[in-house]
DNA sequence: TAGATTGTTAATCGATTAACAATC
DNA sequence: TAGATTGTTAATCGATTAACAATC
């Protein structure tokens, strides 16, 4: 795979074209072209050659096009699908515990290796196969489990404080679910899923189609 | 409020700036500047200006910044959070349980009227404050309830399947949480949230900071 | 007043798109 | 061969950042 930069654009893109290869190869296609993979996931060809070229690992071949195999392969690696990515997530409510359940996470290299909240009844529970230990333990246990990504699910106003006991006990990462903006340290990767900022897309375009 | 055109990133600030300014309302904050907001959420100070600027109904005050509690009004305003939007879920799972019960979709003009599922053990039954129903009842009763939002948490391999279906209905616009990209026509609002595209970002940046 | 902050205009930066020769 | 697709280089576009006069 080559070296590079890439923006979070293209990042978000990666697992979008692994997906559609990952349909394509279960039809049985063996080649495919960046126009047609542009024509189908609604981006330009020019996009979509620069974004494979700059991850697989060979040349795409002229009238041809390029190995679906091949292009799984690369983007599986590139995108760490392949390793084990031990985490823990904290918050173990509806949407704590609908992460906790999903099961395409292990496919991604994405381990959750226990979870953490402040209910009694929640704590010594299973939720899918995790176990729920209490938020004081999570100093404790972190370390062992070598989880360098903490989720965070828990409501906005205790999000930061336990962001920051994820850090303390050994995170680099934190994926936040919280509805609020965290602030960390430029040595913590923080990724936010904002469902906030994801409406006010929609509803904004919505508004604009409907006038 | 001022016309203009809003970029997409430019969009996922507005309610991260929201968040904020309630909190510094909560605390009794009536003036901030925008080298203050640009400074505790990690943007610069003239992409906060600007922003603000093209939102708000009032001009900001040199040497004091702009009144808290009139920026919140134009944010909630431009965000149509004093609308109600009518909309429906399709695929009651954990992810779509979870969303049912999410308490904030109220407070963001976001009316989940009706989920659907195919699951028999689902339907007759209330998620949160929600009744579930039949898919096959979603084109009957999606005109009446005026749906023009539909948010899809089905697994992958029905996703494009409901929501063909949910335009059919008359939706107009479709908020995926389902993992895989979906193909609708250009007048249909579509707007997803993928996970595996944010945890590339993430992994990706991790992998940066380990090396 | 002095100085912080505003709003506006210009410059920079980076991502996307276009153009085109090379290749099977 | 002809033509589709590739890889590379250049042009365009748009968002962000910088510069600066205006203002309380």
Redesign the interface.
Known sequence: MKEGK?S?NQ??????Y???LSNLKEQGVEYVSSPLIGE???YSQEQVRKDLQAISDEEGRPKKGRSVSQLIDSLESF??YREN?PAILIGA???G??LL??P??SS???MIKAAFDVDPNKIGEMIGETHVYPLDDMERLVPGLCA??AIICTP?SVAQEVANLAVKAGC??I?SFA???L?LPD?V?L?E???????????????S??D
């Open positions: 890439f979070k990042l978000r893109r990666y697992p979008i692994l997906k559609f189908e996931l609604g995108l760490g990515n409510g509806h949407l515990s609908a359940r999903y395409a996470f991604m290299g994405l360098k990504i906005a680099r990462a994926w509805p609020i903006h602030s040595s990767i990724e899923v904002n469902l906030a900022s994801s409406l006010a897309v929609l509803s904004h375009r919505l508004d189609l409907l």
